[in-house]
């Protein structure tokens, strides 16, 4: 086996894991494990429209945000 | 018709007729009607759907106005602004019982406009609620959590409760990326250790190595941040602590295996750094994880004093804050509410809850011209009085403040741990050193006198000296949490190992708290029923006896109803049935109305009358809890002076110090007689456990070294002791005694078992025998060892 693909292997790999655990640490500083009676309901009962909810809360705070940074 | 039917918002039955009938749909009340619209027009009726059968509270209406929410004086407080410009407040939602509920709420403040977030805990009902002023006023968000049924009121998030919570998410993000690195790390180790076994090529040897370097150095920098700043901190204050041994071993270690993994030649040792840096860490999260900090504890007590008082203010009645109160303002206090001030009543009367003072569970009855006194709670009082101090002097305040100093002096016993780091960390300092110097001294190349030296902190490196204490107490901990004895910090365990002192207050500790009758005197026939009528309508404990006795030795068929009751503070009870006059009360209640009853007893009387005749006299007793004797012979063979304080009089104390076999007693004690008490004993040199239940006990539990609590006693007391009993039992007290004495003798074994681990291979790396193996094993098998003998103990206590 080439050497090349050994580091190959190893970089994709750690990579891989590493995007996973920068995921996992968003989602501590989210707050999205605070709450864990939250969180194991969000897992078993959220669907598309708790999704919308929260994409909707993110456009009103962005909404806010501008209109706050230049008013009219 | 008796048909029961459920009310379609709150869930809750009635009968059909008092129902209000509202399309196929009925109601219990206009409330439930009104929110039950209110979520239909708002299209959120699927909540009935995700509330399932879960009764609700019906929603009332008498709130106070929602104005005063946008009042300056309450933004001062409780509003803060976050770095985005927005407003933020913290709540309590009143009413959560399901998850649907927090749905409910999160998605009514969602669609109002100008609420960015609002985020409730299902598991303590508190709400982050971030909104722009400039859309929405915060009355407006309330009065919408009200309109939905429920209630919110706001509370202090307090900066220390912020920063342990901030503390631990810090400590799981660094655990997180540790975790993840040293078990990758872990991967790669075994290809470099069945390498060096089998052959490996020095190509490959280098790749791994790179690919090792790159995980283990966040390890290093993010994760053992904590160590570097830890090791900083001792530098500053000149002490060779823990961190500083981790710090110089992780990264010399570190420095090293870079210098490897460039000279391609010999062991890089990237795995040891991020393992000790793992492990240690853990072992550092486990004693952050069981601190509790004296301002969370005072916390908790001023978040039961309110922000704001009324006071007539030129005839009208207006909420002032506390510190703007002056002595000679007049200030109201309505039934239920708590008072804040020392004063002098002006006008009204009522009864007050006295017991946070005096431990006297009895209402007080308070008149005009009377004075009352901060901390004291109105029962059923409605008067406006004048305050004679401000809220700074209040007999609250100093209380307060008291309790504040004795929590700040509580005598910290240095943790063992802690003290044999400092030693252990300086000794293998100076001894990796000596190796070095030696080895290059007696010529040897450079590098390998700088390996045999890092090999001694590397083999030195305190993995399990610091699991060491941790893992035990965790032992111990939850020991006590499956026998309901909580500790709330685990350095406790330790200080209570070293007691000698046991101090128990009497009443709720000792007795069982409630007089129960032990024996009646029937001078004449009467009704029982009537009797025990009369005594319901009294909550004293006394009545309640007496009711309780009356329940179990008669049969009462016919419920006897009188037609006036008139409860006359600290005597008894009058009342009135077909021209007769019934009492039931104590001897000065006889005085009153001019009756003589030459009874005398040591116990306490209560006596029936029947027109101005004793009917009856029971005899009541506090007794004591049940093996109460044999559990304090046993706590006193360990060695342990058990000595006992009560507010009651010399009579009653002797008895129960009798029947519980404790020769040492002190009578009439008022709270701070038994804190002074406690410091007399601190004074002389002993360490002290108080025992407690009450308001009363609070300064002296606070000055112990150790202060436990009855699960049945005071919420403020449980606050401030440090150990709980849930079952409030005496077994459980001598179960607390036995669990920290094992688990103090568990932290010294494991102590005992890492020290000795290091004599052995230290000087087998000091004279320079430590192949990779022998530092990866030794370096899992002593923590191993440590666990499994914390674990060894723990299943010798399950078996028993």
Redesign the interface.
Known sequence: MD?WV??MM??AS?FL??VA?FA??WA??N?QF?????FL?AAK?DGEEELN?AA??ER??KE??RK?TMPE | MSEKIKCSHCHLEFNKSVMIEDGEHYFCCNGCQGVFHLLSDQGLESFYK?AGDVKLTPPTKQYEDSSNFNAPAFYDRFVKTNK???NEVSLIIEGIHC?AC?WLNE?AL?KM?????A?????NNKATIVW?DD?VKLSQIIDMIRAIGYNAYPYDASIQEAHANKER?EY??RM??AL?ATM?IMW?AVAQYAGYFTGITQ??KT??NI?EW??ATPVLFYSGWVFFRGAYYGMKNKVVNMDLLVATGATSTYLYSIYITFAQAGEAYFDSVSMIVTFVLIGKFLEVLSKKSVADTLDVISKQIPSEVNVVQEGKVVSVKLSEVRSGDVVVVSSGEKVLFDGEILQGGGSFDESNLTGESDPIYKGVGDTIISGTTSIDADVRFRATKDFAHSTLATLVNLLESALNKKPKIEQMANRLSEHFSSVILALAFVTFALWWLWPHSFETAFMVGISVIIIACPCALALATPVATLVGLSLGASRGILFKEAAQLETMATIDTLVLDKTGTITIGKPEVVQMHSLKSFDPALLYALVQSSKHPVARGVGAYIKEHYEIDAHEDFESYKQIPACGIEAQKGGKTFLGGNAKLLGMYAISGDFSSENTLFYFVEEKEIVAIFELQDGIKPHAKEIIANIAKRGIEVVMLTGDNAKSAQRIAHEAGIENYRYEQTPENKAAFVEELHAKGKKVVMVGDGVNDILALANADIGIVMGSGSDIAIEVSDVVLMDSSLKSLEDAFKISRTTFGLVKQNLGISLVYNAITIPLAMAGYVIPLVAAISMSVSSLLVVGNSMRIRLQWKKN
């Open positions: 050497n050994i580091a190893l970089g750690i894991g590493a655990l996992f640490l501590i500083k707050g605070d709450d864990e009676e939250k309901n009962f909810d909707a809360q009103k705070r806010l945000q706050r | 995700k985005e410009g927005f998850s927090v998605k969602h406009d100008g609420v960015i977030e985020n409730i805990n299902f598991t722009a859309v998410k799981y993000l997180a990326v993840f990758n790669i190509d490959v790749i791994l690919a790159t995980l």
